[in-house]
């Protein structure tokens, strides 16, 4: 088994959602997350086809994550490639919480997931899900400095 | 106008493996790079395996007239194996664990300067380009495999690369 949790949680973005959200709807955060959720998924599926390829015989292992996207009713999950070996409950997404707390949490069921994922003495680790959820942090953190650009900007610099 | 020596992605991993076979580590592990794998007949008792995975690299703006930065970072993934006969003594069990407390305090506190393999295989120095963290590593403890425990410590490494303006 292996999977992800994506909350947003950095401090600074919690921070300066904050005084937004005290003005917004309070599921503003849901789409926010639902779209970081489908991001990493899709970097995933492409770290596993290209950027680290790894050795794709069935393709069960990547459509698990499709499957998790599907079970999460994520816009744009059907678009991910699926496998003919792809099994019921191959992936999975559990959404909890309200409002900043809004989590979703991802879980491959394919037995072998963790092993591609980390590797093995004879298999290099595939280090699709740490990198993904890396390259996701480096985005948010980008957006917070715009963000952040934007609200001392709206104050005239302050 | 040639890549910059801060841009070669080689350099940052030759450096890192370079930065970690100097280390201190507990138990003195032996250090794999990522294709090179182990079989159980030849195996060491205690080893890491170091894998480098790319992040995604934003412009920061002009670093001087002729060239731009761009601040870009790698995640580093070390993968530590310790063997686990039956008859281990118990104080060597916590050994993996020193391993990579140690491994994850070095990640810590790095800063080191990016080397220049590339062009000299000996190594010369770019000036003004360091290797550093800004994260506190990640350390967990996986599924036995192969006979072997393990550890994994993994952490963003962050370095300023220059291209021509």
Redesign the interface.
């Known amino acids: 088994m292996s999977g992800f949790t994506v909350q947003v949680s950095t401090q600074q973005f919690r921070r300066e959602l904050d005084a937004f959200l005290r003005l917004l709807p309070a599921d503003v955060v849901r789409p926010a997350v639902k779209k970081i959720t489908f991001d990493v998924l899709a970097d995933i599926v492409r770290g596993i086809t290209v ?2 390829p790894t050795r794709v015989d069935t393709g069960r292992y990547r459509a698990g994550y499709r499957a998790a996207g599907l079970s999460g009713g994520l816009q744009g999950a059907a678009s991910l490639p699926g496998s003919p070996e792809a099994q019921a409950g191959d992936g999975e997404m559990i959404y909890s919480g309200e409002g900043l707390e809004f989590t979703s949490e991802v879980i491959n069921h394919v037995d072998y997931a ?2 591609v994922e ?8 595939g ?1 699709h899900v ?2 993904a959820l ?2 996701a ?3 948010i953190v ?1 957006v917070t400095e715009e963000l952040r650009k934007g609200i001392s900007d709206a104050f005239g610099g302050q | 106008m040639a890549t910059h020596a801060t841009a070669k992605t080689m350099n940052v991993r030759a450096t890192l493996y370079v930065w970690l076979s100097g280390l201190t580590i507990t138990g003195s592990p032996s250090l794999v790079v ?2 090179q ?4 007949q030849d ?1 060491p008792d205690l080893f890491m ?1 170091f ?1 480098l ?4 690299g ?1 412009f920061q703006g002009r670093f001087s007239s002729s060239l731009l930065a761009v601040r870009q ?1 790698m ?1 580093a ?1 070390v ?1 530590i ?1 310790s063997r686990t006969p039956a008859d281990q003594a118990s104080s060597n069990l916590y050994t993996i664990d020193k391993a990579a407390d140690d491994l994850a305090y070095q990640f810590t506190v790095m800063s080191t300067a990016l080397v220049d393999y590339a062009s000299d295989s000996s190594g010369s120095t770019p000036t003004d380009a360091r290797l550093y963290t800004l994260d506190v590593p990640t350390v967990r403890a ?2 036995p ?2 006979g ?1 425990v ?1 550890r ?1 410590v ?1 952490v ?1 490494i962050t370095w300023h690369s220059r291209k021509a303006a």
């Open positions: 950027d680290a963790m092993l980390n590797g093995t003495m004879r298999m290099r680790p280090n740490k990198r890396a390259a942090k480096v985005d980008a | 990522q294709d794998l182990r079989d159980g195996a395996r894998t995975e790319g992040l995604p934003q970072s995640l993934v993968d194996f996986l599924p495999t192969d072997y393990r994994q993994s963003p």
